[in-house]
């Protein structure tokens, strides 16, 4: 046990030397550097390098040098479908999930560039259900759950016909099932 002691600190102490070595730099982001807007509600780096960072005046991309402000363009199918961005969650596919304060949920295809909306077909009393989604999660079989504080969750299932990558189409909820799971009371 002893000789077991003596080999691992022999191991560890020119790592904790090394780390010691560097030092961590912080740099500011703020809307002096081009974000959109001071309140932020969720930041992600997606598998391309990309730091996503969500406002109540839209979606900031940064590259590293600069920012890229996504928002709402009601001339524009593909774009943002809200200004008020809350969480963000990257698939396995790459594909980007973005929950929004009144429009439900986009999903961004960073091949393409285009956020798709996924706008449930619900009855109008479950319609309020699909509104500031809290949480995302993909499950085993590649469908997305979203969670809803206090509603419960949404899955969605996604179609075979999308494995090969999201259609061209803007409004994608009533091309696949969406199920709504409701929270008990």
């Given at each position: 046990?002893?000789?077991?002691?003596?080999?691992?600190?022999?191991?560890?102490?020119?790592?904790?030397?090394?780390?010691?070595?560097?030092?961590?730099?912080?740099?500011?982001?703020?809307?002096?550097?081009?974000?959109?807007?001071?309140?932020?509600?969720?930041?992600?780096?997606?598998?391309?390098?990309?730091?996503?960072?969500?406002?109540?005046?839209?979606?900031?991309?940064?590259?590293?040098?600069?920012?890229?402000?996504?928002?709402?363009?009601?001339?524009?199918?593909?774009?943002?479908?809200?200004?008020?961005?809350?969480?963000?969650?990257?698939?396995?596919?790459?594909?980007?999930?973005?929950?929004?304060?009144?429009?439900?949920v986009d999903v961004?295809?960073?091949?393409?560039?285009?956020?798709?909306?996924?706008n449930p077909d619900?009855?109008?009393?479950?319609?309020?259900?699909?509104?500031?989604?809290?949480?995302?999660?993909?499950?085993?079989?590649?469908s997305i759950w979203?969670?809803?504080?206090?509603?419960?969750?949404?899955?969605?299932?996604?179609?075979?016909?999308?494995?090969?990558?999201?259609?061209?189409?803007?409004?994608?909820?009533?091309?696949?099932?969406?199920?709504?799971?409701?929270?008990?009371?």
């Amino acid at each position: 046990m002893l000789a077991r002691t003596l080999i691992l600190l022999f191991w560890l102490l020119p790592i904790s030397a090394t780390l010691r070595a560097q030092s961590l730099q912080f740099e500011s982001l703020t809307i002096e550097q081009g974000l959109s807007q001071g309140m932020i509600y969720d930041i992600l780096q997606t598998r391309d390098g990309f730091l996503w960072v969500t406002t109540k005046d839209g979606l900031n991309r940064y590259d590293g040098y600069n920012f890229k402000v996504f928002s709402h363009d009601p001339f524009d199918a593909f774009s943002l479908g809200d200004d008020n961005v809350e969480v963000l969650f990257e698939d396995s596919r790459g594909w980007m999930w973005v929950g929004t304060g009144s429009k439900g949920v986009d999903v961004y295809d960073p091949r393409t560039g285009l956020f798709h909306h996924i706008n449930p077909d619900f009855p109008p009393a479950e319609q309020v259900v699909f509104t500031n989604p809290r949480t995302f999660l993909e499950g085993r079989d590649g469908s997305i759950w979203v969670q809803y504080h206090g509603r419960g969750l949404v899955r969605i299932e996604i179609p075979e016909l999308w494995r090969a990558g999201l259609l061209q189409e803007s409004e994608l909820g009533k091309l696949t099932k969406l199920a709504h799971c409701p929270m008990p009371a």
